[in-house]
């Protein structure tokens, strides 16, 4: 089993900032993937922000020059900062993990509890 924690949600004004972080723990072998999704009230989820095991960053379009995603492999642990933020940011925040587990060769996905995040005046 993996276990995705995460911590770091809240809520701030518009042009805010918060930090969220993910620690990711159980029988790893390896995280091909690791990010945040994000669903807003009546929406779907969607991609925020996602690093691979290769360091390749992908952002969606509405975050970027705002979020910033980095990484503590030794701990397994990702963080989003947010800047900037704004009402439309406003969500649960899911982290997302692709482990390979032990005796494996290929990953599963793995999500968190979700952090809510709250943006309003």
């Known amino acids: 089993q993996v276990q995705l924690v995460e911590s770091g949600g809240g809520s701030v004004q518009p042009g805010g900032s918060l930090r969220l972080s993910c620690a990711a723990s159980?029988?790893?072998?390896?995280?091909?993937?690791m990010g945040w999704y994000r669903q807003a009230p009546g929406k779907g989820r969607e991609l925020v922000a996602r690093?691979?095991?290769?360091?390749?960053?992908i952002y969606a379009d509405s975050v970027k020059d705002r979020f910033t995603l980095s990484r503590d492999n030794a701990k397994n642990t990702v963080f989003l900062q947010m800047n900037s933020l704004k009402p439309e940011d406003t969500a649960v925040y899911y982290c997302?993990?692709?482990?390979?587990?032990?005796?494996?060769?290929?990953?599963?996905?793995?999500w968190g509890q979700g952090t809510q995040v709250t943006v309003s005046s």
């Open positions: 997302h993990a692709v482990v390979v587990v032990p005796g494996r060769s290929y990953g599963d996905n793995w």
């Open positions: 159980g029988s790893i072998a390896s995280i091909n993937a």
């Open positions: 690093i691979t095991s290769g360091g390749s960053l």
